[in-house]
């Protein structure tokens, strides 16, 4: 069975931390890229990030609004890509998911998770 399965999210206080992850199962991310989104209520959904596949040299990208802050990783072995994100703000509330690409490149996701719940608030 092909799936995405993303992890790490909960409550958080601003300035906080997580460490979100997304697992792929039924296929291999080697030479796909990963991107993650975020949707927050009554928002369209928009691109957080995404990292190429290791042809791509694994090239990373980053919306304006979490640069500096968040931080995108993979680890091929574990078919893994992680997305840690660092001074959380209340507008990084959200729900993120996992999508992969069907190419190395930053576009054309086939592939997405479930998604899982970011909440920043004190």
């Known amino acids: 069975q092909v799936q995405l399965v993303e992890s790490g999210g909960g409550l958080v206080q601003p300035g906080g931390s997580l460490r979100l992850s997304c697992v792929a199962s039924?296929?291999?991310?080697?030479?796909?890229?990963i991107g993650w989104f975020r949707q927050a209520p009554g928002k369209e959904r928009e691109g957080v990030s995404c990292?190429?596949?290791?042809?791509?040299?694994?090239?990373?990208y980053y919306a304006d609004s979490v640069k500096g802050r968040f931080t995108i990783s993979r680890d091929n072995a574990k078919n893994t890509v992680y997305l840690q994100m660092n001074s959380l703000k209340p507008e990084d509330t959200a729900v993120y998911y996992c999508?992969?690409?069907?190419?190395?490149?930053?576009?054309?996701?086939?592939?997405w998770g479930q998604g899982t719940q970011v909440t920043v608030s004190s």
């Open positions: 990292i190429r596949d290791n042809v791509g040299t694994g090239s990373t």
């Open positions: 039924g296929f291999t991310l080697d030479y796909r890229a």
């Open positions: 999508a992969a690409a069907r190419s190395g490149w930053c576009t054309d996701y086939d592939y």
